[in-house]
């Protein structure tokens, strides 16, 4: 295994762990503090907001990370500052005229406002925070995302209990406590480095860095319309309480199995980019398939898990009228696992400054997206909509994949690929052993029969020697260096 990877993934764990926690502990209680006509407006709104600040905002942080190794701090914030405002402002103009176009979806002016709120601190918290990931700060990136879920749910879940049940406040929550964390992130970000590069602004820097950010602002608008669009069209079609329902269970599986594929991408991003600059092509393709061969460890018995205990998890967790949505949790986990294998060769591309190629390849996947919904919807309801998720992750994959072609890419690690599909299927007669023990406490279940599942998966895969022994204490050193250190 890649001991860097490794350790710089469990490094950013709490970047991770604690959003992905909180978003999984605010689902249940969001749903019983709003009805669900308000909380399929809330999803909406969010959608809206969401598709907006990944085409304005994101594409800032995308070219910090691919450029801050070429031009280090002082240069690249000067290019890119610029920018952010200008950024901001036309977030903020598409968001009042989206609000006006899906006027009916939320319930008063205040979501308005809210999302202006939302779109201004979002902006400036994204572009700082992005600069901690670019420079690899990860503790600090860690608490700065860590304050963002944690804080915005508790002020919103306080504001809820005082009386004030809309959807809005859940977006004026987050952007509350996204102001606040502004008064100590710029500082962190932009901390001078010791040996800080001198780079002298010319119009062929603005040019390489505008000819990938403008397709990575593209791109990301697909990319996110990719995981949400399907709600407006579940909306038009079914109504606000549909999108809620389905909503629930497609948060759930991607606070799951899509966390796995992104605590990856947080390192994995920098360090590649970094081997590609000094050390070459080659090098690069070695890192991506060590790279793959973790995802593949990682990320499948997670969507073993929520196959086997969707049910359960979602009668735990949800209201009665969100249980419709069960099956919606293993079909969306199982399309994400063609987004986790997509990331590596997407990661070629990316190399090479071709987020033109990536952007073509994820509207083509939207536009299969979003062809499979208006056929699926309307005779299969919100499983359909699942189903499209899966058909047009697995397109993605397939463009993706044949666009890198021409670029020496990674190896499939096709014999860790078998030797996991074995060890998931030990973990699945694990986990299916402890159901059938029917404890009367449904919570210590589901732990015991995950818990036992991952390690019959973790002991099935030693025995077929995909991972060794030297593997085990690599990760016990990095894990026991990191606890020492804190």
């Not at 009386?163 to 859940?170: K, L, P, T, V, Y």
Request: glycine share 6%.
């Amino acid at each position: 295994m890649s001991r860097e990877v490794l350790r710089d993934a469990i490094i950013y764990l709490p970047a991770k762990v604690v959003p992905a926690l909180v978003g999984v502990l605010a689902i249940p209680i969001l749903t019983r503090l709003l009805t669900p006509e308000q909380y399929g407006q809330y999803l909406l709104a969010m959608t809206s907001l969401t598709l907006i600040a990944a085409f304005c905002i994101s594409w800032l942080v995308s070219i910090t990370i691919r450029f801050y190794v070429v031009y280090g701090v002082e240069a690249l914030y000067r290019y890119s500052r610029r920018f952010l405002i200008l950024s901001i402002l036309l977030a903020c103009l598409l968001w009042l005229a989206a609000s006006q176009l899906l006027g009916n979806a939320f319930s008063n002016r205040f979501f308005i406002l809210a999302g202006v709120l939302w779109l201004v601190a979002h902006g400036f918290f994204e572009y700082y925070s992005g600069w901690l990931r670019a420079r690899n700060f990860a503790k600090a990136y860690s608490i700065a995302l860590s304050w963002r879920s944690a804080t915005g749910l508790s002020i919103a879940v306080v504001l809820l209990a005082l009386g004030f049940r809309d959807g809005a406040i859940i977006v004026l929550g987050f952007a509350v406590a996204m102001l606040v964390g502004l008064a100590f992130l710029p500082k962190y970000a932009l901390q001078a480095e010791i040996r800080q590069r001198q780079v002298n602004e010319s119009k062929s820097d603005l040019k390489v860095i505008l000819h990938y950010g403008i397709p990575a602002a593209i791109s990301n608008l697909v990319i996110t319309g990719l995981s949400l669009a399907d709600r407006y069209i579940i909306g038009a079609q079914m109504g606000a309480e549909s999108v809620a329902i389905y909503g629930a269970s497609y948060d759930l599986a991607e606070k799951t199995v899509f966390f796995a594929n992104s605590m990856l991408l947080l390192s994995s991003s920098v360090i590649g980019f970094r081997i590609f600059e000094q050390e070459g092509e080659v090098k690069a393709a070695d890192f991506l398939s060590r790279l793959m061969r973790i995802y593949l460890l990682a990320a499948p018995p997670l969507v073993v898990a929520l196959a086997i205990l969707s049910p359960h998890i979602v009668g735990l967790l949800l209201p009665a009228q969100y249980q419709a949505g069960a099956l919606v949790l293993p079909i969306v986990a199982a399309g994400g696992l063609f987004v986790g294998v997509m990331h590596r060769y997407s990661l070629l591309l990316s190399f090479h400054k071709r987020t033109d190629t990536i952007m073509w390849c994820s509207a083509g996947a939207l536009l299969v997206n979003l062809l499979s919904c208006v056929l699926l919807i309307p005779k299969f309801g919100i499983i359909g909509a699942a189903i499209s998720t899966v058909v047009a992750y697995a397109s993605w994959l397939f463009f993706v994949r044949l666009a890198a072609t021409k670029y020496h890419g990674p190896s499939f690690p096709w014999l860790t690929f078998f030797r996991a599909s074995g060890a998931l299927l030990v973990a699945a007669a694990a986990m299916v052993s402890i159901l059938q023990l029917e404890l009367t406490y449904k919570p210590l279940m589901l732990v015991l029969s995950f818990v036992f599942g991952m390690f019959a998966y973790s002991f099935a895969l030693y025995l077929f020697r995909e991972i060794t022994q030297k593997d085990v204490q690599a990760v016990v050193s990095i894990i026991s260096s990191r606890l020492r250190k804190a």
